[in-house]
């Protein structure tokens, strides 16, 4: 199957496009944002990585007339997760926060809580592929980054914001000037996952309250999230607020703490090299 085939686009206007795998239907599926600047065009997550990515933005145009006259395109990975961040490897510039950063150049699909299975693949990308022998390439990060970064893409600036919980190394990108929030897996539309390997609900809390207090200085109109579609400040401010009073209850508590169980043991059977290492 062709790059053109596996993705599909939507363009929401002002060089911003949203990218999904057309054949990968699952509720893991990661959304995929392509951001152009004037001097530095961004894609903030990548996908499987079953398929090129690079040659599908290139192919469809999605850069421009003269894509040649920027930095080379930086992919940003929110957070190390296999569905974000298994098309790293197919860019020269790659970025990521310092608390994933080994994940990565290990090729630790352990912690990038690698989990395929082929009910989620709707059409093979290739002749006999097989979801069990799917893992995420090593790839060693170029841009390694941290609380306060800011990625300058010429004509708009992207704030990294460490807002870790549901893994150790989880961002948001902050386009304060026009009120754009790249959430990653920090915070979507959906049941919010705090029980995988490297979760913290008492992080999360913390990076709730955050979110909380970015709507509530009116710095968030538009949420791009990682999964899901997108959502305004106002749902955003309820999805953060009821994460934080449910999280620290007794019920809450054991459901994170049976379902993390179950994802460790899944995982490490799964991953046994990654998880031995």
């Known amino acids: 199957m062709s790059a053109a ?7 929401l206007g002002d060089g911003l496009f949203w990218i999904q795998e057309r054949f990968y239907q699952s509720e893991n599926r990661a959304n995929i944002w392509l951001l152009r600047g004037s001097h530095q065009d961004v894609v903030i997550d990548t996908g499987l990585g079953l398929r090129s990515l690079p040659e599908y933005i290139d192919g ?31 860019f020269q510039q790659v970025g990521v926060h310092s608390a ?21 693949i709707a059409e093979a990308p290739s002749p006999g592929w097989r979801a069990r022998h ?28 460490h807002m870790p919980g549901h893994s150790r190394g989880s961002i948001c990108l902050h386009d ?25 609900v008492s992080d999360y809390i913390s990076s709730c309250e955050r979110l909380v207090g970015l709507v509530d200085s009116e710095q968030v109109d538009q949420v791009l999230p990682g999964h899901y579609n997108t959502f305004g400040a106002k749902r955003l401010h309820r999805i953060a607020s009821t ?3 449910r999280a620290g209850t007794c019920p809450a508590k054991f459901s994170t703490f049976a379902w993390g169980t179950l994802a460790g043991v899944a995982l490490r059977a799964f991953n046994p090299r990654s998880a031995c290492s």
């Open 60 to 90: 469809k145009g999605l850069l421009g007339e003269d894509p040649q006259r920027k930095n080379p395109l930086l992919a940003i990975a929110t957070h190390a997760h296999f569905d974000h961040s298994g098309g790293l490897h197919q």
């Open 176 to 200: 304060r000037d026009n009120k754009l929030l790249f959430s990653g897996d920090v915070v979507y539309d959906g049941a919010m996952i705090d029980w995988l390997p490297y979760s913290r």
């Open 5 to 11: 085939d596996w993705y599909a686009h939507k363009s």
């Open 100 to 120: 994933e950063v080994d994940a990565l150049a290990n090729g630790d699909n352990f912690e990038t809580a690698t989990w395929l299975s082929d009910r989620e």
């Open 243 to 245: 994460y934080i009073s």
């Open 134 to 161: 799917y893992r995420v390439k090593a790839v060693q990060p170029t841009h390694i980054l941290q609380e306060g970064d800011v990625i300058n893409l010429g004509d708009r600036q992207l704030t990294v914001l």
